[in-house]
């Protein structure tokens, strides 16, 4: 499994790659700009992510942003739709507006910080990522 982890906190970003280590390769963007510039090379190398994370609350371009733009590089790369990458959201916040607005982008599912691994693994489990928990 190839995995993107979008976070700007270094924690959250050490944290998830450690929790994704014994299930494939981890690549890391600080931003949304550094995760649309590889999402894109990815792309243009034929290959794809199996999974992005994505912290919603990002300086600079935010999580929202961030999948509208990556779903539409997928749309413009020809991705059919079963391929594309399951994108996971990560937040701080319980917030109902947020994470209806993650679905609406085409999330596949969110978890709330701190972030368990057990529930992370569930999480992904839970979205068609077959993972030992």
């Not at 990815?42 to 999948?67: F, K, N, S, W």
Request: hydrophobic fraction near 40%; proline fraction near 4%; charge should be negative.
């Amino acid at each position: 499994m190839r995995v993107l982890v979008v976070e700007d906190d270094f924690i959250s970003r050490r944290l998830l790659c450690r929790y994704l280590q014994s299930h494939g390769e981890c690549d890391v963007a600080v931003n949304g700009n550094e995760a649309v510039g590889a999402f894109k090379q990815i792309l243009l190398a034929h290959q794809r992510y199996d999974l992005v994370c994505l912290d919603i609350m990002m300086p600079g371009m935010d999580g929202q942003e961030t999948l509208k733009r990556l779903r539409k590089l997928e749309a413009e790369y020809g991705v059919p739709e079963p391929e594309r990458a399951k994108v996971i959201m990560t937040t701080a916040l319980e917030d109902h507006d947020n994470v209806m607005a993650a679905f609406s982008n085409a999330c596949d599912g969110y978890v709330v910080k701190p972030i368990e691994k057990k529930k992370f693994l569930e999480t992904l489990q839970e979205i068609g990522l077959p993972l030992t928990v």
